[in-house]
């Protein structure tokens, strides 16, 4: 099965993949930008948006999936770029592959495991969500709210969210396989191997995701990397600063 994708522009590609929870079209402004000069691919990852349903999610299986995609549209050397779980992705990819990417851009996720996260426990509120009950975005939100003070991450959240042909509405991702996958996804460290092409590694100025002491095992396993912070961030660069992240990377795919 090939990933779903959405896809804006033409020149050299630039595949595109989302966070944990997310979809490919979070990164619609960021197409949009680009799609002038490059073909960007905007990917949905197993279990998320229209991709398809697997019981199984792990970065081998998921590097899997890139790998078919780049030889179904017959892609050369394409340009990856993948944001926190997305970005643990690439790097997986590019490891196992390292001759088919062009460069790499990771934001805001280092290879190191993450102990101690907010997923889980925003796994088990989500859990309590009865679409029965709630049938608006608007619903959702304040349901949410009783756990959630912040509201980019409930607006992310309601965002998430489609209607079925029955009218209810549903997240726009498999919950119970990204429950039963969490552990694969986010407490294994990203080891053994390396890249050597071009990597820039992005962080938000206010995110913990991405620390000074991860530094040297980025190196270690890319030693082509460089690490910039983008001003005025947190974990979502993309959304919130998204005049700085457009402009690092734009200097970045201009460099040979």
Sequence with gaps: MILYSKIYGVGSPILVFHGLFGNGDNWGSFAKKFEKFYQVHLLDIRNH??????????YDVISEDILKYIYYYKLNHPILLGHSMGGRAVMTFSIKYPMIPKKLIIVDISPKAYINTNQKKLI?????????????RKDLDLFLKRWIDDLKIRSFFSKCTQRQKNGKLCFYFSLSNIEKNYDNLIHKEIKNGSYHGPTL????????????????????????????????????????????FHEKISVFLKET
């Design 201 to 244: 590694f992005l962080r938000g100025e206010y995110s913990n995701y991405l620390i000074d002491k991860d530094y040297h095992h980025i190196r270690k396993l890319f030693p082509r990397s460089k690490i910039c912070t983008v001003n005025k961030s947190d974990h979502w660069i993309h959304v919130e600063n998204p005049t700085d």
């Design 49 to 58: 948006g229209k991709s398809f349903v697997s019981h199984e999610m792990n």
């Design 124 to 136: 088990h509120i989500l859990k309590k969500v009865d679409f029965d009950v709630i049938n608006t």
